[in-house]
């Protein structure tokens, strides 16, 4: 049996109202369970990582290391010869990667694994009870067991005068650009700002201004991530204003033609001290608010944190109900997609278990929750040199009074690294804890590092201790010896202490 679109049934065992992967992957969970699911969506089931997020920015982030590869290698410079990626090229194998928009993919999977699909938008309107509207038409469906919520987030954009009115770009804008601007300033210091930043100059962009207040670009990670970021794209003709905040934007026309396409015409960007800067578009990289607005939450009594999020327990659930569960950026613990996809994971079974009356401390996930989402969240910033980190930095293990021992190096002298660029610039830190000798934090900045991560996500999640690590030998040659590396130096450090 296969599920169905916009059935005329009104009660499930669940409902999900957000089609995006942890949707998608409560909806698979509940259905292998043998529980019935229908999965509510507004706009495309596979959601903003698929068509608007990290699918696109992906697609276009690749071929710009290729060529950034390219031109570290020697017998292949001359290939390059100095000129950028084909932009056209790019922005074609983009959309092939994103379906053109089409989700018809993934409806299908969703329907052979009996999920039944209701196409408009969801809230709830009572306990266990979701209020789905589309095309002026109302209705009423129920479950059973479970609602789970996954609405996800929206870019923000600031309160700087003249802003909103000028129509700035968003993050959905530049993944889906249909042309290249001449001139771009990016508004921010972030991951998005950092990545766009990347596959715009790559793709042509030729003055390309990111202007944020911060001291650093990706204030949030290890100093030394900023710092070597920042070289590499003063070194790529980026111009980079740090410690500047934006004070004004004005645009005489405004002409939005669409997303991805120019809203209009000379974009002026007014900063520091009343330094004008005048592009053709602006793009707004400064963070993402949860939308959570309008979902019905007072319906049932739920309150937002100050920020717009949700508290759940690490069950998943709504504090004070056994039947309302959130996932992923409406939780405000990590705003990542393969977060969202394990809290779906996690729910899953607990939605399961609770449907065959299973005890919930006996389910798999539960002792690691808390630590996965707070503590042990992975991250991969795509820009070149690309930045990977999970875990705690330094500041922030200091900050909970947690003993720590930090051990940090260049990937200079590394095998690996020397075959892998002529120019390999990278460094690495990791932070123990010296009271448990096990990880709680570590960094990778250089290109490739991202295939480093698991490693590490695995020793901080699992608090695999420090001397277990270093009989986990690394392969020669690669930039994995860096663990070699850096526990050769703690060990070293520790003997001379």
């Given at each position: ?6 059935p005329?049934?009104s ?10 992967p942890?949707g ?10 043998g529980?019935s ?31 950034n ?80 919520l ?15 009115d ?5 993050s959905?804008d ?7 601007p ?26 390309l ?63 520091g ?9 602006v793009?707004?990289?400064t ?23 949700v ?14 569960y ?12 393969h977060m969202?996809?394990?809290?779906a ?33 992975p ?64 960094t ?54």
């Amino acid at each position: 049996m296969a599920g169905s679109v916009n059935p005329a049934r009104s009660e499930w065992d669940v409902i999900v109202v957000g089609g995006a992967p942890p949707g998608e992957t409560i909806s698979l969970y509940s259905s292998q369970a043998g529980l019935s699911v229908a999965l509510v969506e507004q706009d495309k089931v596979g959601g903003e990582c698929l068509y608007w997020a990290c699918m696109p920015s992906k697609a276009m982030l690749l071929p710009v290391q290729l060529r950034n590869l390219a031109i570290d290698t020697p017998g292949v410079r001359q290939l390059v010869n100095g000129r950028r990626v084909d932009a056209a090229a790019v922005l074609a194998r983009r959309d092939e990667i994103t379906y053109h928009h089409d989700d018809t993919s993934s409806v299908d999977l969703m329907l052979r694994n009996d999920v039944d699909v209701i196409r408009g938008r969801g809230r709830l309107a009572g306990p266990r009870t979701v209020e789905v509207s589309d095309d002026g038409r109302t209705r009423e469906i129920t479950a059973r067991r479970a609602v789970v919520l996954s609405p996800g987030t929206d870019a923000a954009v600031p309160p700087i005068p003249g802003l909103a009115d000028a129509r700035p770009w968003r993050s959905r804008d530049v993944t889906n650009m249909h042309e290249v601007p001449r001139r771009v300033v990016v508004i921010g210091g972030g991951v998005v700002a950092c990545e766009a930043a990347t596959w715009l100059r790559g793709l042509g962009v030729e003055e390309l201004t990111l202007v944020f207040p911060g001291e650093r670009l990706l204030g949030m990670k290890e100093p030394f991530v900023g710092e070597l970021v920042l070289a590499a794209f003063e070194a790529d003709g980026i111009s980079v204003r740090t410690g500047t905040p934006v004070r004004e934007v004005s645009r005489e026309r405004v002409d939005d033609r669409g997303i991805g396409r120019r809203h209009g015409g000379e974009v002026t960007v007014t900063v520091g001290d009343g330094e004008r800067i005048v592009a053709d578009e602006v793009l707004v990289a400064t963070g993402r608010v949860p939308n959570s607005r309008d979902i019905g939450l007072e319906t049932v009594g739920v309150e937002t944190t100050d920020r717009g999020f949700v508290e759940v327990d690490d069950h998943l659930t709504v504090p004070g109900t056994d039947w309302l569960y959130v996932l992923g950026d409406l939780t405000g613990r990590a705003l990542l997609t393969h977060m969202g996809k394990y809290h779906a994971r996690v729910a899953g079974e607990v939605i399961a278990a609770r449907a065959a009356g299973r005890p919930l401390d006996e389910r798999p996930y539960n002792p690691y929750t808390d630590l996965a989402d707070r503590d042990g969240a992975p991250q991969v910033v795509f820009c070149d040199p690309e930045v990977a980190s999970v875990g705690l930095t330094e500041a922030e293990a200091l900050d909970r009074e947690i003993p720590v021992e930090v051990v940090e190096r260049d990937f200079a002298g590394i095998d690996g690294a020397r075959l892998a660029r002529e120019h390999y610039v990278g460094r690495a830190k990791l932070v123990v804890d010296n009271a448990r000798d096990t990880l709680v934090g570590a960094t990778f900045v250089g290109p490739g590092v991202s295939e480093l991560l698991h490693a590490a996500t695995v020793a901080v999640t699992g608090k695999v201790p420090v001397p277990a690590l270093r009989h986990a030998v690394a392969s020669f040659p690669t930039i994995s010896e860096i663990w070699l590396y850096l526990l050769e130096q703690l060990r070293a450090q520790r003997a001379a202490a």
